[in-house]
């Protein structure tokens, strides 16, 4: 059914349509609104059984879904920035001990200094937890994506992360198809674990394994998610058969999201496309089958750059787009062969591996390794900054013509940086870079919007 | 019954009281050939390990008294250790060792999921740890557990330090005891005075249903504590004084008897609480002072060399003392102070 | 695609407007995309909110930096935070205040703009005497915004505001909302002056209906 609502409930419905039998929250910008619109359904009895646990933290939180999950209970969680930090532990074990938990990353930045806004830092620090990582690019693919994530991590016996950024899909109201309880009943079966706590069958979980075992269990953790790699399309394309559309494809509209090669043409406001079978739901392409340059992106940024790039293609500007909806496992054929005839590749991220660079761009190089295409790492939108159009183009028009340097920070206020760089070679006790910085721009600032 | 049947058991064995049989209801869940043996021999305890013991005697009497249905969580530490050297299992119930300071989480979540598909009646859940895993790193999920009113047993067995890795201080480390970490050089040799952490009264803070203490001297006391816990619903705490031979640097062979001058002393009150009160003691038979139980550890001999430091010790007494007046410990002596 | 963003502060409902905004044209099967500036939420600072309305699929998520059409909803803003930053000479601008736009002040933007574009609406006093809360002010400004632009018709945002509040609440907003329309209607009717067959023409963009395409006429 089609509903105008907020991303947050759009997932949480999503999530409940998938009958959880735990869940457990701890309340973090911005994915408060997830979790309330699960408390609801579950105090209100439309979701049952369920248990809502309120836990103390994150990481409590994501150790009651560690025990409920062990214990043969489908649970679920939801957190962002340091929330997920602060349960990092518990994801390294929730994914060694194979536990099929599906969370939600409402993508924020991490501090210092704290920030509420969008960036995909938080994610990014856990991309080797092994937990699988799916990149949502809008509401329509966020809910779906949660749908397919119980199936996957399920089958796979190994936890799944949905990412989805925050405040600009979980707190946008757009259209989204919602599926129905009977459809998802029909694409879900009951939770059949693996192992499971049970005084029927006494089993031992979480021994302490040595240098004799450990190596070989931990493969398995890598074994999952290269049959990830094989399970995520075919899931996708299962998807589409159960419901009747890619997973963010927008009912009704062009401008689809996701794989499954359906018409291929990429029209002015064409269906996005994954290209063959086997690459769907890895990535998505647009407009990039005959592109010049590409640009490589993950979440709700790819809208934007597809509007952009169709500006372009209007004025003759050879460029495309493919997103990267699963990062982790990442998928290193499809990226390679997406970006195969490409002259040159623009990795444009919302997240920066400090004293290195680009952090996608660094897979994506591992893709690419041997091609001769020129690669730009372009840092943008990190603690929330704005990925607008204009600057978009103007990067773009760099690239085309070569002048786009190697590694760039999109709209990076370099006096500013200059300003505190002064500071600090002219005092050592020059203060909090922060707070110098404030100072310098004001706190409030009666500039443009 | 004849008059002499009429005598007061003060030390009841597995089997016998002095040179008298038990009736089989009283004897210990230990003499049943039937017991469950939930941590069955083979583990890699040390020689006179206080929690080894303590942790046999509270789960075989919690799956009595749950009819074999539980499902344990344990935090890492000793037990965790050394009862699961891979690829061997000392543990013949459900179990899962998760991380060091979620237990009481992973039993939040474990209870939830019992709930959730309505089997929480039938089955029921213990969460475990050592000190450490308890009163330091694990004191906010524990906190949590107890505010939710999750249906949960938790066992804390404290032997007073972190002991798995090697000896160190934890928040339940008494002081002037010497570890790695507060060794016993300088003016004040030994852990420092602070006013401790009791895990027990803060889980009467938290006024749940039950909180005791137990001791391994006291085992047929500490299972008979773990039956009434298994009677009772929501959170339920249970505090076990369990010796360290290695760590404290006594005799492995009189790890009881250790334990025993630690709760005659007045250092370890024994003590039931009910909703946040206290509303049974175990009352000290025959008092000791306290340099009776600090001169069987090594980890107090710097208290005695070369000359016996006697403000200190009397600190340390005065710490019993006032366990003895709070609790009401001896029988002229009523408690609340 | 048609954009507005929208000025205010908090607590007076700028989110909901612009989520309001987006439902009613959903209701007319279209797409729309609303969302808010972001930032941790604080009483009296100021707010700004987004919608965008298309008949397909909105990819862009980029804040509105070029809009079709402000609603501002407190004048206090007007000098303290770059309101009109990216207006296109052919904008909508609607504000709340019982004052004109020479009043406020802003004469000066009205020079090169067409007029009837440019209005301003009591919504805090007609919220009041219709709704009887002045905060309703928001669904006001949205009545008046459906008359001025016609991108939504009073019909489908009455339902969107019925929808989002129950009971006697949603009926106060929903009759606030349609005394701003008629305000508005008025006030363009007054604009465009007479017309040939010797009544007010029809203002420009009053949408009639949910399949109706726009009457653009002309000023």
Redesign the interface.
Known sequence: MQQQIEGSRAVADAVALCRPEVVCAYPISPQTHIVERLARLVSGGELAPCEYVNVESEFAAMSVAIGACATGARAYTATASQGLLYMSEALYNASGLGLPIVMTVANRAIGAPINIWNDHSDSMSQRDCGWIQLYAQSNQHALDLHIQAYRLAEELSAPVMVCMDGFILTHAVERVDMPSQADVDAWLPPFAPRQRLDPDEPITIGAMVGPEAFMEVKYLAHAKQLQALESIPRVACEFRDAFGRDAGEAVGGAGTVGGGGSDGAGGATGATTGGAGETAGLITTYRSEDAETIVVALGSVIGTIEDTVDELRAEGVSVGVVGITSFRPFPLHAVRAALAHATRVVVLEKALAVGLGGIVADNVHTALAGRSAHIHTVIAGLGGRPIVKASLRAMLADAVADRLEQLTFMDMDWNIVERELQRMRASRASGPHAENILRDIGTVAAGPV | MSPASTIRFYQTGSIAVGNRLLDPDQRSVQADEQRSNAITCGHRACQGCGEALGARYALDAAMRATGGRMIAANATGCLEVFSTPYPESSWRLPWIHSLFANAPAVSTGIAAALRAKGLDRDIRVVGQGGDGGTVDIGMACLSGMFERGDDVLYICYDNEAYMNTGVQRSGATPPAARTTTTPAVGPAPGASFTQGKSAPLIAMAHEIPYVATATVAELRDLEAKVATAMTMRGPRYLHVFVPCPLGWGSDPRETIHVARLAQQSGLFPVFEAHDGEVTGVTPIRRQVPVEDYLRTQARFAHLFKPQPHTETIARIQAQADRNIRRFGLLPDVQGGS | MFEV?IHGRGGQGIVTA??LL??AA?DEDR????????G?ERMGAPV?SFCRVDE????????V?EPDALIVADPTLLH????F??LGPDGYVLINTTRSFDELGLGELATGRRRERLLTVPAAELAREHAGRAVAANTALLGGFAALCGQISLDALARAISERFAGAVGEGNVAAARAAHGWVVDELRQIAGPGPDGGGRAPAGERSGAAAGRTMVEG
Do not use: C, M
């Open positions: 963003r612009a989520e987006s439902l959903f797409y729309a995309q609303a969302f808010p500036s972001f941790s700004v397909r699929p909105i990819r862009t998520r980029e804040p930096s303290q935070v770059d309101v930053g990216g």
